[in-house]
């Protein structure tokens, strides 16, 4: 018995249809790129249900419905969709390009079905439209490939693949067999596949869309937990980490490790002249003062108060000396508050290089504070280096 094709499109619909709903009220759990992302798909798959609805329309609807509008309607699903998968990622969102395709495939779609009706060449201008979708919308993805990449980003590849080639059956036998199929509707084995998968493919995408928010969201809570919200940059807990994995590599690999350690001058009598609020900002301005400076791969972070750790993996003496130096001049320069009547800021640092008597890292971070107090004893506003 053969598969009754406008059935299996209403039958799609009337799934997007249900799921639609469940996302929009879902986005009320979410704020920020999350929500504007959810709410952009669950409009998506009422596009989609619209749009199948009037493809399974075809034959008892006028072809400016069941042909123009729905097609014009699902270019517009397939654009936001790509939309919303891209703002998900952060990639560019290329609303423009976006918008072009679908109008220059929608253009065409209307002219070869109610102008110089062509189902044939209507299925070939929605491949074209349909393979540059799915390559916006699978391009931000290709990082999933590589070791380690993301599960949830493997899905969705998956998901977009299987309509690839989908629609890649359906050009075949095309090709192939011109009289196969006479429409969209009419019963072939390219399009009873195509037709199937397309019925399914907006809850697996769905599927595939929410297992990505949750691994975004999860990496955005994870980095949360180790980030000092005053400075932006990482706190005590995950300084202790860091300081121990790349004391570890330096000695697995034989390479130095500096550490730098860097506090506040007088930062006690800010806080009493000038506020508590006027401090914060101190912090923050020295944190991106530092982080300019020192820059990747050195990882930078607030111990506590006002004094910031530096890690600098395969750096030895010299080169954390003089990049001490620039970070302190910098600073020196700085005028965090402007027109308070503040006077400028100054820090002291203390530097310890690994060395064969380290035994862990706790010892290499004792042996830079020391440092650090020598230089405050020695009149502050200075870089001093750990004897030993």
């Given at each position: 018995m053969r598969?009754?094709?406008?059935?299996?499109?209403?039958?799609g619909?009337?799934?997007?249809?249900l799921l639609a709903p469940l996302l929009l009220a879902a986005t009320r759990a979410y704020t920020g790129v999350a929500r504007t992302s959810?709410?952009?798909?669950?409009?998506?798959?009422?596009?989609q249900a619209v749009g199948w609805v009037l493809m399974g329309l075809r034959g008892h609807a006028s072809d400016w419905l069941s042909i123009v509008l729905a097609n014009g309607v699902l270019m517009v699903s397939y654009a936001e969709s790509a939309r919303a998968l891209r703002l998900l990622l952060g990639a560019p969102q290329r609303r423009l390009l976006l918008a072009a395709i679908g109008v220059a495939g929608w253009l065409g779609i209307a002219w070869f079905g109610v102008v110089e009706p062509d189902y044939r060449v209507r299925v070939y201008i929605a491949s074209v439209a349909l393979g540059a979708y799915l390559l916006l919308l699978a391009w931000p993805l290709r990082h999933a490939l590589r070791r380690g990449g993301?599960?949830?980003q493997r899905v969705m590849l998956l998901v977009l693949l299987g309509a690839l080639l989908g629609w890649c059956g359906r050009l075949g036998e095309l090709l192939s067999h011109p009289s196969a199929a006479a429409g969209l509707l009419a019963y072939s084995p390219a399009n009873a596949a195509q037709m199937i998968y397309s019925a399914v493919e907006p809850v697996l995408a769905s599927?595939?869309?929410?297992?990505?928010?949750n691994e975004a969201a999860q990496a955005e809570l994870h980095r949360l937990a180790r980030t000092d919200p005053l400075t932006g940059t990482?706190?005590?807990?995950?300084?202790?980490?860091?300081?121990?994995?790349?004391?570890?590599?330096?000695?697995?690999r034989g390479t130095p490790l500096a550490v730098l350690m860097i506090d506040v001058d007088h930062f006690k009598r800010i806080n009493d002249d000038f506020g508590h609020a006027a401090g914060d900002r101190v912090l923050a301005v020295l944190a991106a003062s530092i982080a300019a400076t020192v820059r990747p791969p050195v990882v930078l972070g607030r111990m506590g108060g006002e004094e910031f750790l530096a890690l600098l993996p395969d750096t030895g003496l010299a080169e954390t000396m003089a990049l001490a130096e620039r970070m302190r001049a910098a600073v020196a320069k700085l005028r965090p508050v402007p027109?308070?009547?503040?006077?400028?800021?100054?820090?002291?640092?203390?530097?310890a290089v690994r060395g064969p008597d380290d035994a862990d890292v706790h010892g290499l971070i004792r042996r830079a504070d020391r440092a650090l107090y020598d230089a405050k004893r020695a009149g502050r506003n200075r870089v001093v280096t750990a004897s030993g």
């Open positions: 598969i009754d094709l406008a059935t299996i499109a209403l039958f619909a009337l799934q997007a249809l959810l709410r952009i798909w669950g409009t998506v798959l009422l596009l993301s599960s949830a599927v595939g869309f929410l297992l990505m928010y990482l706190n005590r807990l995950a300084l202790d980490e860091e300081a121990d994995r790349l004391f570890q590599q330096a000695g697995s027109g308070d009547g503040m006077p400028g800021i100054t820090v002291s640092a203390g530097i």
